[in-house]
């Protein structure tokens, strides 16, 4: 019936779901018989791209600024730390664990040789994501708070990342922490982080095409969520000030992305048990 009346993204999403929960034959039957499009996550056609039955990976039209309903916070400032420290109490305080998306920016080369700053060269770090929930996300400028209020900034990390309720959910995410110890020359806590990488390679289908511990963040977005998450702005420059309203957004997709895939996850497996606790010292 669902292909009979052309809908083909509710068919995508359906075999996505036989997929995921590898009932590989089901799905492939349901290929044959309709003669439906080609799937990316049948093992035999694992990496193929989803782009034509796709719609755009975004987030309730954000643009890099407030509107009604979504909120980002520029954060650069001691006042801006400290609203921005109250605000994810008050969520964070409500009852059950809540999961935050993280994510980070680098400088514009911080793989260059020989490269120096005032953090600490290749480990250098400019902006944290962090979405809260898919109403709330802050932007930290950790150049400008780094050099201004580095003690309010280190109480802010502290508080959120090492919050009971609080599970920080990242793609890859080890590296940003450790970049971010060194860069802000402090050892850095996390009481529950969520490395979604981890989860989703060891769920994936067994003979996919490519290894999939080195399939990048938009591959799963569009794997587990049939949505396109645009990477033109990944290797912007993300030390200049301002940033534009593209770039912004981009780095609110980057951490609300982490965020829903915790979110279907957790509807579909024991997600917690993926839940470490880290610490991530200062490297010279």
Not at 44 to 61: H, I, T, Y
Not at 64 to 76: E, I, L, R, Y
Not at 240 to 263: G, T
Request: a negative charge; one cysteine or more.
């Amino acid at each position: 019936v669902i292909h009979y009346y052309g809908c083909e993204q509710l068919m995508a999403e359906f075999l996505r779901e036989l997929c995921f929960c590898k009932k590989f034959k089901v799905a492939s039957r349901i290929q044959k018989n309709l003669g439906v499009f080609p799937f990316p996550v049948l093992p035999a056609q694992a990496g193929r791209s989803l782009m034509p039955f796709c719609r755009q990976f975004d987030w309730k039209g954000i643009d890099g600024a407030n509107n009604d309903t979504c909120s980002v916070h520029w954060v650069d400032s001691r006042e801006g730390i400290s609203a921005a420290l109250k605000t994810a109490q008050d969520l964070l305080d409500c009852p059950g664990r809540k999961f935050i998306g993280v994510d980070a920016e680098f400088g514009a080369d911080p793989f260059a040789c020989g490269k120096t700053d005032s953090v600490g060269g290749n480990n250098y770090i400019s902006l944290i994501q962090l979405a809260l929930d898919e109403e709330i996300i802050f932007l930290l400028d950790i150049i400008k708070l780094k050099s201004e209020c580095k003690q309010d900034l280190l109480q802010f990390v502290s508080v959120i990342f090492g919050h009971s309720r609080a599970i920080s959910v990242s793609y890859g995410g080890d590296e940003d922490f450790r970049r971010l110890a060194s860069t802000l020359q402090s050892d850095i806590s996390v009481e529950n982080a969520l490395d979604i990488q981890l989860v989703l390679a060891a769920h994936a289908p067994n003979n996919m095409n490519g290894n999939p511990y080195s399939m990048g963040l938009a591959y799963w977005v569009e794997y587990c969520l049939g949505e396109i998450l645009d990477k033109e702005y990944q290797c912007s420059d993300w030390e200049k000030r301002p940033l534009s309203a593209e770039q912004k957004k981009y780095a609110c997709l980057d951490a609300v992305a982490p965020y829903r895939l915790a979110v279907f996850l957790e509807k579909r497996i024991e997600i917690r048990q993926w839940v470490k606790s880290n610490r991530y010292q200062v490297t010279s």
